[in-house]
């Protein structure tokens, strides 16, 4: 479903992530982890195509992400980002925004379809009038991932889904995830700081650091702390 | 300095509803603080973040703000002019907000901003040894290469990165109190390890009263002295960080319940089924 091939992104004479490859099947749901700054993000925008700069191979269900226009990307592979604040916009209303890719997309009853999502996430139609400022943090996390699933994905690229959430609304948000993800066949990619939301929702995971793949593990690898590197291990033992 | 750093008696924050009537988000928090690190855990949109901000005196204007108490070292903020208040916003008090990009200048590089900061705290610092405390501070806080990432815009660091930097700003300025709202929530664990223990520095060796806000109760339970916890604008439960994992309330316990761990259950994770009771527990 997904192939990341030697990926190399350089910002003026910074290496934000040097040959970086992985693969992850359709179904399968794949975390990075590692340390700050180690590039993890960045991974995630190049493949939504966010970034112009960068060298190697991306092919998002059999598109290749250099020469598809990001609007046919976007309705395959939706990402939600790490700090929600900034990827909301401050003037237009939660149901606005939650709305707007459909309708750009032309899928049937938005505003219906506006509310469904609001409840599924444990916001509640009314907050469909609210603008960003008025929601805490997890709110406006969650109205971020409503967004993605307006239009039905079937790739969820996750950077750090859950840690602006309370462990409550974090197992509710983790079910959900787990739910669309079976019923719907739905492949993700999370990024997390937390081994143990790793551990939860990834078959296999790579370690990163420094812009560099570290190693790539299993979940039962990670389970068993079978891992080869010193610096996978540092994590798990801090864990 | 006698008698505790901050005072809070029946904070009471709200926002008007479309109908006029009045919303209240905070009602009726009390608390003290010391020279201490004070956690505070609770549910999304329970009032964490507003609490941090009445003290801090950074809420929007059409927010009504009530108080029987609201003092710092002393001082009435409830009477304190907003040129008093903006003076210890720069100087005693400092917050690092839950986004933390978005309280940084957008258009001034980081190695400025820092620069700044340090000195509004010495202003016969020399250009020079301002510009090395800052790359200093970087360090101190884990971040790789601090030459390049002064030069670096807020939309340009990663979001661990802009968390560091705030960090790194509030540090410089060593203020008498710290409210942290999420400041971790983006660090790898070596790396919050480290973030850390500058905080506890300053608690210990400054005396300054830390208000350290998270959803991470496996951190704050480890991190800090007591722990409030929140739930839909009141306190429920007070506690000793180390007895967190005995809380009484069901709401706590549900909380801790919630959690995976990286050798748990695949199984979905239990939720909280929420009590109509917990609305009004005891604050
Ligand atoms: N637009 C940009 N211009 C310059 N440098 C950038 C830009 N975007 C990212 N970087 C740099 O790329 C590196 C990797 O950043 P990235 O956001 O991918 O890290 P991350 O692994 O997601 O970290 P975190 O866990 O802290 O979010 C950082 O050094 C960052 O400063
Ligand atoms: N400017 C505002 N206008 C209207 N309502 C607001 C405003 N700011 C906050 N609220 C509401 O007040 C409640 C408490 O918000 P607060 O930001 O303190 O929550 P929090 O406990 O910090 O949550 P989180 O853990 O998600 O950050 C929320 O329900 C929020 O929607
Ligand atoms: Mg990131
Ligand atoms: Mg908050």
Redesign the pocket.
Known sequence: MITVENLTVRFSGSTAVDTVSFTVAQGESFGLVGESGSGKSTILRTMVGLNRHWSGRIIINGMDARTTRQRDLARTAQMVFQDPYGSLHPRYTIGQQIAEPMLINGIADPVGRTAELLDLIGLGAKFQF??P?????????RVAIARALSLSPRILLLDEPTS???VS?QAEILNLLNRLRRELGLTFVIVSHDLAVISYMCERLMVMRNAREVETLTREQLRASDVRDDYSRQLLAAS | MTGPLVEIENLR?A??NDDGSW?D??RGVSFSLGREKLG?V????????????SLLGV??D??RISADRLRFDGIDLTTASPKLRRSLRGGRMGMIL?DPKYSLNPVMNVGKQIIEAIRIGDRKLSGAEARRQAVTSLEAVQIRDPERVMGLYPHELSGGMGQRVMIAMMVVREPDLLIA??PTSALDVTVRTQVLSIMDELVTRRGMGLIF?S?DLNLVSKFCDRVIV?YA?RIVETLDAKNLHAAQHPYTRGLLACLPSIDGSLEPLPTLTRDASWLEAAS
């Open positions: 609210r603008f400022h008025e929601l805490s943090g997890g709110q406006r996390q602006a959430l309370d609304i | 924050v926002f008007r919303n988000a905070v505070i609770g549910e999304s949109g329970s009032g964490k973040s507003l609490t941090g901000r809420l929007p059409y927010a839950q709202d999420e806000i959803h929140m604008g």
